[in-house]
């Protein structure tokens, strides 16, 4: 749970799903992988996850190996890999129901050590894909699936959201290109306005001159009229 909560959004995962039609048995999480129709909501693929830590076997082995008894050790290692097949064959019976689910589902194993120990067993591995269509990971492998998942989640999503993109981008060049005519009608009337104070300054300075004439004049004068147009 941790791990896909780091990894994954919460849309794109669940808890304790059914994900197999007409049965009550809910697996741990469940991936929601996009069905044929990925414009349907409801068209959900589910890949089932579910956590098994089979502790009392492995630490039977791992005494039996600590102890240096070999024929003990070889025991505790059949009834683990027993064990390990019995999971798998239960993750099969019960959550694995294609087209609903992917054809495979994944046995977590929460710990390095114990994924380590049937990992070294290559034949059991092969055996639970062939027979139950079920891939054994520890968490480091887990973490190395969900990060492949979610850039796919990403490459999906820009897929999907390609036309809207190059609707928007539609939208903002002919907006632009509206806002650059608003901007040319906008100089014009500056270089306007512009025109008119240049001429308004030097009307300005045609008064300022004629009315230093009239205190110039002497007094008694007549003054002349003054034109400022």
Request: charged share 25%; glycine share 4%; net charge neutral.
């Amino acid at each position: 749970g941790n791990l896909l909560e780091q990894i994954l959004s919460p849309e794109q995962y669940a808890a304790n799903v059914a994900t197999k039609a007409g049965s009550a048995d809910r697996v741990e999480f469940a991936i929601k992988l996009p069905g044929k129709d990925p414009g349907v909501k409801t068209s959900v693929v589910w890949l089932p996850i579910d956590a098994k830590f089979p502790q009392e076997d492995y630490a039977r082995l791992q005494d039996a190996q600590e102890l240096g008894n070999l024929p003990l050790a070889l025991e505790c290692q059949k009834q683990l890999e027993q064990r390990i097949k019995l999971e798998a064959k239960a993750i099969r019976d019960k959550y694995l129901d294609p087209p609903n689910t992917t054809d495979f589902g994944i046995l977590f194993l929460p710990t390095e050590c114990l994924f380590a120990e049937i990992l070294r067993r290559p034949a059991v591995c092969e055996q639970l894909m062939r027979e139950f269509k079920i891939v054994v990971a520890g968490p480091t492998t887990l973490v190395a699936l969900l990060n492949s998942l979610h850039m796919g989640f990403r490459t999906l999503a820009i897929e999907k959201r390609s036309s809207e993109v190059w609707t928007t981008l539609s939208i903002v060049k002919t907006e632009f290109s509206k806002f650059g005519d608003l901007l040319d009608k906008t100089q014009k009337k500056l270089q306007e306005a512009g025109n008119v104070l240049d001429d308004a300054a030097k009307k300005s300075r045609t008064i300022e001159q004629k009315l230093r004439h009239v205190q110039d004049l002497p007094v008694g004068q007549e003054v002349p009229v003054i034109s400022v147009l």
